[in-house]
């Protein structure tokens, strides 16, 4: 005799496609999934490493493939179950963080982390810090010693500043101005300069967390030195001037001088603060980048602090850099946020290395952000040559590819009408969509990351560094 339960399941195995029985289904299914044990087993290669962490991954897989199973929708055996687990441990037992070559042709491209490095500086930094190094401590006097010291004289010499010191970023450089030289009072500050950087750094957000209470003058195109006048009273703190580094107001527009609102804040004894952002050291603009405002121009016009970024136009380490006026410097370093946003020893030993490669007759090769923001589309058009001539012509003629001429954006909000020439690999494959390939590129074994631009994918080379154009080409050719 056979029980129902007998018949149900042999309709199920020989037609279970046509038959919908969701309960049912839905337990034959669940017996398909692999204890963890059973998956753990299996991961005798990995025996040595993680096993908490491994018995974490199989646990968070299984659960995915049981939520189906529990719908009936499981689509797969056992065995594969299995094996697509064991892929997933083994993706991720390797770092996670890894080495990825940048053909969006955005050399600061925040999503791939800013300005790059060269590896030999890499190596060289490491050398001197990776185990102790003198951070907080004079060597001459075997007392304590203070860590802004390593790059103060650099930072101050090459701004022209009294006093420099470095911290976390630009936001947090911005933060602990505010906070210092205006907690409780009032930030005058044009409504055409209350920008928004990305990643939630909004000017009057950032003005509020400081505790200080954002005095919003103008219109968000027009700004008068009387608009500023009026808004003064007792209370008033700071006058706070952001660079737009990240938008263009155009047509009926007035902001006022950074020198007027100098002079302004002179006959009020009230200090001015200038967030530059980007922050360039100097004008490229007959190497192709066009100019942005000069670190020395806005210090030289007498502001109290100036504040930019380590990783954007300087191409440093990610780092707020903090120029201006000896007393007000050192009250800053004094503030806690100053402790609670410091820079640890790689960052500072970065930073210093980068600011030693600026000489009087501009940035020596040594600074890998500023050489691939200025290489000619003459030297990139070579290297797209040497790429190409590693090619098989099969993987030419299959992707379509072509070196045309192309133009692309600096990044990170800096120059942000103005473009950079550059090259790029253009792909027209037969039978493969632009998303596809893109996706193909993204998931090679050595990353690569392009754009697609009107239906079409693009490798640009501004961002492709010297050095990788043999392993882009081994990477182009292996895409099937
Ligand atoms: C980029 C930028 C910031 C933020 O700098 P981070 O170094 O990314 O923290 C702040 N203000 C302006 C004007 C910027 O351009």
Known sequence: MHSLCDVLREALDSRSELIYFPFIMSQKQLKELPSVSEVLLECNVFKSLNNKYISFIIKSELEVYRRSAKKGALKIKRANITKNILYEIKRLMSPNMEYVINGTGIVLHTGLGRSPMKELTAKKVAKRVSGYTNLEFDLHTGARGQRQDHINVLLSSLTGAQSAMAVNNNAAAVLLSLNELSEGKEVIISRGQQVEIGGSFRIPDVIKKSGCILKEVGTTNRTHLKD?????????????????????????????????????????????????????????????????????????????????????????????????????????????????????????????????????????????????????????????????????????????????????????????????????????????????????????????????????????????????????????????
């Open 228 to 480: 500023y006048e009026k808004a003064f009273n007792k209370n008033t703190g700071l006058i706070l001037w952001v660079h737009t580094s990240n938008y263009v107001v155009r047509g009926y527009t007035n902001q006022v001088h950074l020198s007027e609102l100098v002079k302004l804040g002179q006959k009020k004894r009230v200090p001015v603060l200038a967030d530059l952002g980007c922050g360039a050291l100097y004008d490229l603009s007959d190497k192709g980048v066009p100019k942005d405002m000069l670190i020395q121009d806005v210090v030289k016009s007498g502001v109290g602090i100036v504040t930019f970024s380590g990783d954007k136009l300087l191409g440093g380490p990610q780092a707020g850099l903090i120029v201006g006026k000896k007393t007000l410097v050192n009250r800053l370093k004094k503030n806690p946020i100053a402790r609670a946003v410091r820079c640890d020893k790689w960052g500072l030993a970065f930073l210093e290395d980068s600011l030693r490669s600026f000489r009087d007759d501009g940035p020596s090769k040594d600074n890998l952000t500023i050489s691939l923001m200025t290489a000619s589309r003459k030297s990139l058009t070579k290297r797209g040559e040497t790429i190409l001539s590693h090619l098989p012509k099969k993987t030419i003629n299959k992707l379509g590819i072509s070196l045309v001429e192309s133009e692309v954006e600096a990044g990170s909000g800096s120059l942000p009408e103005e473009k950079l020439e550059s090259m790029a690999f253009r792909f027209k494959p037969i039978g493969i969509s632009p998303s596809t390939l893109s996706s193909k590129f993204r998931m090679s074994e050595i990353p690569v990351v392009g754009y697609i631009h009107s239906n079409i994918f693009y490798i640009d080379l501004k961002a492709v560094i010297p050095g990788q154009e043999k392993d882009l080409a081994g990477i182009i050719s292996a895409i099937q």
